[in-house]
């Protein structure tokens, strides 16, 4: 047997074939001896080969068990931990914990029921939260039509926002030519100081002695949506309160004069920057039913909003309401152009008062959220004002 064909054996074909060269040495020449010799170092060689790929193999295949044990333990460990979260804060026994430490403010009963710090979005508490509750706060956000188009951020204390004033356009170079000059930029910075937005209710005694899911969707129901309503209102003065000029801390917001009719809203775009993509219209509903009366009064079924989305706020003045100079819409992308940064996240801090009105057997109730708002980006918004 050639060596070529040695090297192609398996264990089976090694051993038939040395009992073949055992069996024809007892009637072999000298020449025939000596290439027998040399076929069985052959074959000694080639099970060292075979034995040295079964142990690779066997190693191979540890490796891999080992990994494929640790992989399944770690993922059910994490899906364990995860599940065993989930489902323990929303069990009616940490429920009555929860509302127990929203009206104490002691959270021993929660943290006794679960180790983990919260785990939903955001950080909606300083532990974990039922889920039905960060339900509640996050409709209260999206509810209110304005802040749920607001870009956010959770970044702790006061976040400082860089914007451009004024720069030089991009330059074309030859090649050859001399250099391009240098690029006259200038920058402001926007300082978002968080405030705390404070709403406060009474609720009775029979209120308050109400538990777990029942006591908790009272409260938050209450007070969240109106929250977030004030942080509306407040980004709508920062707006109004911007000069039509950026300075070095407020983007500029420029300023259309005019009286509802059917191009305002379309003048009132040509004043945006490039930047401001997705512009909705914020306005009061009385002043919705002035541009809407221009409407049924012209000869063509023409929409004076050009297509956007209006977002009803009564905080700014209605048209009819408004004096020479003062804002009755305001035309904008909220989502490039204002910021809330939430630096304890998007959950609702409770006081109770006990004491104040306890002749009148009610409980005062405050709720605080700490959020910093302001106008980030100049030309993001365009307000609209009353024409003499």
């Known amino acids: 047997m050639t060596i070529d064909e040695i090297k192609n054996l398996d264990l089976d074909a090694i051993e038939t074939r040395k009992g073949e060269i055992a069996d024809a040495l007892e009637n072999a020449t000298a020449e025939q001896m000596d290439a027998f010799d040399v076929e069985l170092k052959a074959i000694e060689e080639r099970k060292k080969e075979i034995a040295q790929e079964i142990e690779q193999r066997k190693n191979n295949m540890s490796e891999v068990i080992r990994n494929i044990d640790s992989v399944?333990?770690?993922?059910?460990?994490?899906?364990?931990?995860?599940?065993?979260?989930?489902?323990?804060?929303?069990?009616?026994?940490?429920?009555?914990?929860?509302?127990?430490?929203?009206?104490?403010?002691?959270?021993?009963?929660?943290?006794?029921?679960?180790?983990?710090?919260?785990?939903?979005?955001?950080?909606?508490?300083?532990v974990a939260v039922p889920e039905f509750v960060y339900d509640i706060v996050k409709t209260a956000w999206d509810k209110e039509g304005i802040m749920s188009l607001v870009r956010k951020t959770y970044l702790k204390g006061t976040l400082k926002v860089q914007f451009e004033i004024s720069g030089d356009d991009a330059q074309t170079h030859a090649e050859g030519a001399s250099a391009v000059s240098e690029e006259n930029l200038v920058l402001g910075i926007v300082s978002l100081t968080p405030i705390s937005i404070k709403k406060w209710i009474s609720i009775s005694d029979e209120v308050y002695d109400l538990r777990g899911e029942q006591f908790l969707r009272y409260i938050y129901d209450e007070l969240a949506y109106r929250i977030a309503k004030k942080a509306a209102d407040l980004l709508i003065a920062k707006i109004e309160a911007c000069g039509t000029v950026s300075t070095t801390t407020c983007p500029g917001v420029p300023k259309l004069q005019?009286?509802?009719?059917?191009?305002?809203?379309?003048?009132?775009?040509?004043?945006?920057?490039?930047?401001?993509?997705?512009?909705?219209?914020?306005?009061?509903?009385?002043?919705?039913?002035?541009?809407?009366?221009?409407?049924?009064?012209?000869?063509?079924?023409?929409?004076p909003f050009e297509g956007l989305d209006v977002v009803f706020n009564n905080s700014v003045r209605a048209y009819s309401a408004a004096t020479t100079g003062v804002t009755y819409a305001i035309v904008g992308d909220l989502?490039?152009?204002?910021?809330?940064?939430?630096?304890?996240?998007?959950?609702?801090?409770?006081?109770?008062?006990?004491?104040?009105?306890?002749?009148?057997?009610?409980?005062?109730?405050?709720?605080?959220?700490?959020?910093?708002?302001?106008?980030?980006?100049?030309?993001?918004?365009?307000?609209?004002v009353k024409e003499a």
């Open 335 to 384: 989502g490039h152009g204002a910021i809330a940064n939430f630096p304890n996240g998007e959950g609702i801090d409770f006081k109770f008062d006990e004491m104040s009105q306890k002749k009148l057997d009610l409980i005062e109730v405050l709720g605080r959220e700490y959020v910093g708002l302001g106008v980030v980006a100049p030309g993001a918004f365009v307000k609209v």
């Open 258 to 303: 005019d009286n509802p009719a059917l191009d305002t809203i379309a003048q009132a775009l040509g004043k945006l920057s490039d930047e401001a993509a997705n512009p909705v219209i914020i306005m009061n509903k009385a002043t919705w039913s002035a541009f809407k009366a221009v409407q049924y009064a012209g000869s063509y079924p023409i929409d």
């Open 72 to 126: 399944v333990v770690e993922k059910f460990e994490e899906r364990g931990n995860k599940m065993a979260n989930i489902e323990i804060r929303n069990t009616p026994e940490y429920i009555e914990a929860y509302a127990n430490y929203v009206k104490t403010g002691n959270d021993v009963e929660c943290r006794k029921l679960t180790t983990e710090l919260d785990t939903t979005p955001n950080g909606t508490g300083t």
